[in-house]
């Protein structure tokens, strides 16, 4: 049940026991200030230090505060799923637990949400972080995805956001995709926004992340691009490589035969109609595979009563005698 203006601010923690009773202070302070309903909700993704321990103290002693436990780590997206899945408020946001976000942008999020957007995205337009080893390889992930996906951010890494919770709730969190939301609620038919926001350099802890993340991520933007094309449509995707690689080597085939009728040319030793045959056979397989998808697909929307889209309002009205 989500209360009317009210704020739920999601904060996913991994060993951030240096930081945590700091960034619960500023974002209480801002809130306190702003005279909204709000809660903080923690997620402990699995840390082995006192993280946990300082939630369980603060939550004694502020009852708007709120906390989650993970048995072990499970990495920010899960810790961001759980903590959205749990809030209560009608705006989400969610930001990072390592006191490189400021809470003091909230309220700024927060009026963007009021002008109508449903995703407002922060931008770390001065970010401090080391320019070979983040700066350069986020900015040319940023651009990718902008081009991959039609949302063009400049900063997909920032976790500062906020969110419309009804239209948050409706895109499906799993693997690492938390960087991409606000193109996965591009495909809800979300309005989408960005404003530049505050960063500051890392004082205490260490960070979780590295370069070494950038496969993961390349291979994540892979998995978005095609549920933004073919989510619902498999078919079109898979079906669409079948008929290709089909219709060439059916193509190749038929070159060869005619070779071999009007020109008596031998084909047994050609390896191109060992390569025809192949496209043909591929081509196939990727056809009905693309069935087989759209029949997992009907299935996933019908056993779950889900639909293939999402109704923003309706307006309702009497029959006519």
């Not at 809660?39 to 009852?63: L, P």
């Not at 749990?86 to 490189?100: K, M, N």
């Not at 978005?224 to 094309?229: E, P």
């Not at 025809?276 to 595979?289: C, D, E, N, W």
Request: hydrophobic letters at 40%.
């Amino acid at each position: 049940m989500s209360f009317p203006g009210s704020i739920s601010i999601v904060v996913p923690l991994y060993n951030e026991e240096e930081n945590v009773r700091e960034l619960y202070s500023r974002i209480s302070r801002v809130m306190k200030k702003m005279d909204l309903p709000f809660e903080i909700i923690f997620i402990n993704d699995g840390s082995t230090d006192r993280t946990w321990k300082h939630i369980q103290e603060i939550s004694t002693q502020d009852i708007s505060v709120r906390g989650m436990s993970f048995r072990r780590n499970y990495g920010q997206t899960a810790a961001m799923s759980a903590g959205i899945e749990a809030s209560r408020g009608e705006v989400i946001i969610t930001l990072d637990g390592d006191l490189q976000n400021d809470p003091s942008d909230i309220p700024l999020l927060l009026e963007k949400i009021r002008e109508g957007y449903d995703v407002v995205s922060g931008w770390r337009k001065n970010r401090q972080d080391a320019l070979v080893s983040r700066k350069i390889p986020s900015r040319i992930a940023n651009w990718l995805i902008g081009k991959m996906t039609g949302v063009e951010l400049h900063d997909y890494g920032c976790s500062l956001k906020a969110y419309r919770s009804e239209v948050i709730k409706e895109v499906d969190l799993y693997g690492e995709l938390h960087r991409f939301i606000p193109a996965l609620a591009s495909m809800v038919g979300a309005r989408v926004t960005e404003i530049p926001v505050n960063h500051y350099a890392r004082t205490r802890g260490t960070s979780k992340y590295g370069i070494s993340r950038t496969p993961k991520v390349f291979l994540d933007l892979l998995l978005v691009r095609f549920l933004l094309r073919y989510r619902t449509r498999p078919i079109h995707f898979l079906g669409g490589a079948g008929l290709g690689m089909g219709l060439t080597g059916f193509l190749i085939a038929f070159y060869l035969t005619l070779k071999k009728i009007f020109m008596g040319e031998e084909l047994s030793r050609r390896p191109l109609l060992l390569f025809a045959v192949i496209l043909i056979l591929f081509g196939t397989q990727l056809v009905t595979t693309g069935f087989l998808a759209e029949l997992v697909i009907r299935t996933y929307y019908e056993s779950q009563d889900k639909k293939p889209y999402w109704v923003k309002e309706m307006i309702e009205g009497g029959l006519e005698n």
